[in-house]
């Protein structure tokens, strides 16, 4: 039941009295903070030494769980044990970042059928994972495992009822949701509410979060419901390697609770705490002293010294503190080192390079024209950080172009439509989130945008250009989806008696034509940012005799799943299209043997993932990935960009990937050269 809030505010005035300040003749700023570290807390002066000293788990297999009907592989077993072992370190659990397509998900329904099995246990997945995880730990357990799935409007709430599944399965934003009913509340005409969260009442045996990334900022709500749980054993799932992300690395040892290493200390006392707690915003909750005094060791020993100095001196000696602490939280395999295992058929990846015809090319030269032209004169007065929204939106509008000239001439939907559209793509907003100006952005377009700048400050909102504050982390605007999905098609906005095809369309038609004549069991599978492109494509491939599927990012989990067994279960759907924005995570469709990018983008790592769909376990037929490109226009450029930041990242000792999801005005120069 919810409970009325009495609101009451007092301020609490807790601070010490103010410690002598003291100086250190002839040592510098870090020395003299270590210094004082080490002086009130002089056991964190080994704590590196003795990490390393520890005895590592050694790589043995587990055995094979009872009643676990899928065989486990040699090194998912050897992944098991690591699990196993893992919760008896005093970490109580760690991080399994194998690559992606390497079953991580089989290994952790290992371990939640090992024995000793105790519950309940908690998966948290982003929403387009939870179905999957919830067919395969049935399908693989014969039903051993009771599973409750926390998630939808008629979800049980009973936490005794809860505390008694084996797992129960829930997403971020769910989590995320509960825990801001219970902390922060919510509205009524009478005053503010708080409702106790079932999840976060439980004492659970084991949390694991799939895809962990999802927490990868501390400061987000989502990351602080995380940390919020009780559990006895922790885990992290995780595909992207985190040594290239140490910044993100810190949420996951946050939530591990790994002591000492996410922890804050004060330089002037004993005082340690996991959370920053400066609530009455002056002293520290517990010792009074100032923010200033309080550091945290991850930043102070590892973060900082690597974004001062990279690969040299104190960043060098912070690199190999790195790795003797993920030696002993992280295993990380790769399908390369155990190629052999897994017994993955070759992968192929092929560009196919076509040609604008001359009505395309017509249309494209004028409107680049223009595009160029404004881009000059930025560059011109020097603003071109300034007109960010304005140069990041002329890219998408040629890269629009090179897919189909109508996703940018027939854009505009019909008055009177209630649909939610995208304010960086046009398109219908997928996977939907609002910012504090009230524009709506697909969830991926704005975290490509915001990730792309490269500026000192916030980028600005693309729609009404102040400074665009939006969570990335919010749960997706709910829509009524099929009202929506029928009246924003681009399909009605267009005639499409008099409708003609475009060449990149007409270049994936061939290509396809090429395939069902080799066999016609062949499935394919589309990938394109743009869901206007796919619906054009859907089109055009049905006029053409094939059987589709098409799955958005703005579908609810069960239409999701729906549409995932149609296309994996019909031999004669042998093509599925794929919104970028809805494949990018989980999906296992290992029925499809050949992927098509319709749409290339200058971070390659969306474009990887995709391709990371087919080639996995359980794939036996040799895969391709075809990647679609007119090479008179802006994608050719994209292309190139891609080759030189991937040789410009691997060219640096610990290279910053970071480095790679920016858009710098050098890069930007680039696309708009020629
Ligand atoms: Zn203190
Ligand atoms: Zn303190
Ligand atoms: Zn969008
Ligand atoms: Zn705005």
Known sequence: MPRLEVSTTHRRRNRAPRAPRRRFPGRSRDETIRYQLLN????????????????????????????????????????????????????????????????????????????PRAKPNLVIAPTVALVQWENEIKKHTNNALSVISYHGANREEDP???????????????????????????????????????????KFNRVILDEAHNI???????????????????????????????????????????????????????????????????GCDDCGHSPMHHLCLFNHELLKPIQNHGNEGPGKAAFGKLQILLKHIMLRRTKEERADDLGLPPKI???????????????????????KRKFNTYVAHGVVLNNYANIFTLITRMRQLADHPDLVLKKEALDGQNTLVCSLCDDE?????????????????????????????????PKCHITLNIDLTAPAIEVDQGTIVKKNSIINRIDMSQWHSSTKIEALVEELYKLRSQNHTIKSIVFSQFTSMLQLVEWRLRKAGFQTAMLEGSMTPSQRNATIQHFMENVETTVFLVSLKAGGVALNLIEASQVFIMDPWWNPSVEWQAADRIHRIGQTRACKVTRL???????????????????????????????????TPADMQFLFQN
């Open 40 to 115: 009130r807390h002089p056991e964190l002066a080994t704590v590196w030494d003795e990490l390393d000293q520890r005895p590592k788990i050694p790589v043995e297999k587990a055995t094979q769980p009872d009643g676990l009907s899928l065989t486990m592989l040699p090194f998912q077993l050897e992944g098991l044990n690591w699990l196993r072992a893992q919760e008896q370190t005093i970490f109580r659990g760690g991080i399994l970042a194998d690559e992606m397509g390497m079953g991580k998900t089989i290994q952790t329904i290992g371990l939640l059928m090992s024995e």
């Open 160 to 202: 005794g009822v809860l505390a008694q599944a084996d797992v129960i399965m829930t997403t971020y934003s769910v989590l995320e949701s509960i825990y801001r009913k219970q902390t922060t509340g919510f509205k009524r005409k009478d005053g503010i509410y708080k409702q106790d969260s079932p999840l976060h009442m439980l």
């Open 216 to 282: 990868k900022d501390r400061s987000s709500k989502s990351a602080k419901a995380a940390f919020a749980l009780q559990t006895k054993y922790k885990l992290c799932l995780s595909g992207t390697p985190l040594q290239n992300r140490i910044g993100e690395l810190f949420s996951l040892l946050r939530f591990l609770e790994a002591d000492p290493f996410s922890y804050y200390y004060c330089r002037n006392c004993p005082c340690k705490s996991l959370n920053w707690k400066f609530k009455a915003n002056r």
């Open 349 to 371: 990846v092929k560009v196919r390079r076509d040609y604008f015809n001359e009505e395309e090319l017509d249309v494209y030269d004028s409107i680049y024209g223009d595009s």
């Open 429 to 461: 907003a997928e996977d939907a989130i609002k910012s504090k100006c009230h524009h709506t952005f697909c969830r991926m377009c704005v975290q490509e945008y915001i990730s792309g700048f490269d500026g000192e400050s916030n980028p600005d909102c």
């Open 629 to 663: 490109i007119i090479e008179d226009s802006i994608e050719s450029r994209i292309l190139d960009l891609q080759e030189k930041k991937a040789r410009m990242i691997h060219a640096t000792v610990g290279g910053d990937q970071g480095a790679m999801d920016k858009l």
